[in-house]
C-alpha cells in the first residue's frame, strides 16, 4: 500500500510515520501543498491508496495575523490535495487531521460546560478553526473515502510555557497516543468523523505536569493572564470533546500499553 504523508515533520506527523511501512512524507519544498500544479505532479506520479493530510499552519496566533498564507496552507492545500486524488486516484482513502478549534470553547464552569460530539455544529471563534472548518468542508463534499479526525492532544515533550493554566480544562492525550488512534481507526476501514481524546478532564497546568521535564510550570489563572494581557482575546475555560463513534484514551497509559493490546 503506497502512503503519503503530508506534515510529517510536525509534532504529531513524526509519531503516525512510525505506524507505516516505508510511507512517503514529501517536504514543503517537494510538494508545496499551496501549489496546485506541483500537489498534481507529485500525487498523478505516486497514486497513492492512503493520503494522511497533516500538513497546516496551526499556531493560533501567527494565523490571526497572517490570514492570507494561513488559508493558502490550510484551505487551499487541502483542496488541491483532495482535487488531485479525485483526479489521480480516486479511490484513495484521504484522512484529513482536523481540529477542537472548530468549536468556540465554552465561558462557563466545568460542572455546566458539555463536551463537543462529532455531530456538533462547527462555531469557531479563531481563523485558525475557521480555515479548519473550510477544510472539512472540501473533504466531506469530495467524492472520496474520507476520515476527518478531531484530535486533543498535546506534544510528548516538555512544555514550552513557564506557566500553564489552572483553570481552563480540556481531555488531552499525547501525540503518541493519538498516533496510534488514528491508526486504529484506518485500520478499522470505518470512515466519517471522529473525535479523538482523553477519559479525563484536567487543567492545562495538570496537563503540564504530565509532560517530561515541565516540573518547573508554575500555575497561571486566567484572571492573571489577562490583567498581563488586556489586549488578549477571552479566553474559554472548558474545551472537551467526547466520542459517540470511538473510544476516549488515557493520558497516564504508556504508549507501549496501547501498542501490546
Known amino acids: 500500500m503506497k502512503v ?8 504529531l506527523g513524526r509519531e503516525v510515520v512510525k505506524w507505516f511501512h516505508n510511507p512517503i512524507t514529501p517536504t514543503h519544498s517537494q510538494m508545496p501543498i499551496e501549489d496546485k500544479d506541483k500537489v498534481n505532479r507529485v500525487i498523478e506520479d505516486i497514486k497513492p491508496d492512503l493520503l494522511i493530510h497533516l500538513a497546516a499552519t496551526v499556531d493560533m496566533n501567527v494565523c490571526e495575523v497572517n490570514k492570507e498564507e494561513t488559508w493558502k496552507i490550510n484551505v487551499n492545500g487541502t483542496e488541491n490535495l483532495v482535487d488531485a486524488c479525485m483526479r489521480f486516484c480516486p479511490k484513495c482513502r484521504f484522512v484529513y487531521m482536523s481540529s477542537p478549534s472548530v468549536f468556540e470553547g465554552e465561558y462557563v464552569k466545568e460542572e455546566t460546560a458539555k463536551p463537543k460530539e462529532e455531530n456538533h455544529y462547527m462555531n469557531t471563534d479563531r481563523f485558525y478553526g475557521y480555515t479548519k472548518s473550510i477544510g472539512e468542508i472540501i473533504v466531506k463534499r469530495s467524492s472520496l473515502t474520507w476520515i476527518i479526525i478531531r484530535g486533543q492532544f498535546r506534544a510528548r515533550a516538555p512544555y514550552k510555557h513557564p506557566k500553564a493554566f489552572i483553570e481552563r480544562y480540556g481531555n488531552f492525550i499525547f501525540s503518541d497516543q493519538l498516533a496510534f488512534g488514528i491508526k486504529e481507526i ?40 489577562q490583567k498581563e494581557n488586556p489586549d488578549a482575546r477571552k479566553l474559554p475555560k472548558f474545551a472537551v470533546i467526547k466520542s459517540t463513534r470511538w473510544k476516549e484514551y488515557d493520558i497516564d497509559t504508556p504508549i507501549e500499553e496501547y501498542k501490546n493490546e
Open 186 to 225: 484506518i485500520d478499522s476501514n470505518k470512515t466519517g468523523i471522529f473525535h479523538l481524546g482523553g477519559n479525563k478532564v484536567i487543567s492545562m497546568f495538570e496537563v503540564a505536569k504530565r509532560c517530561p521535564n515541565s516540573a518547573h510550570v508554575e500555575p497561571l489563572t486566567i484572571q492573571e493572564f
Open 4 to 11: 503519503i504523508i503530508t506534515g510529517a515533520s510536525g509534532i
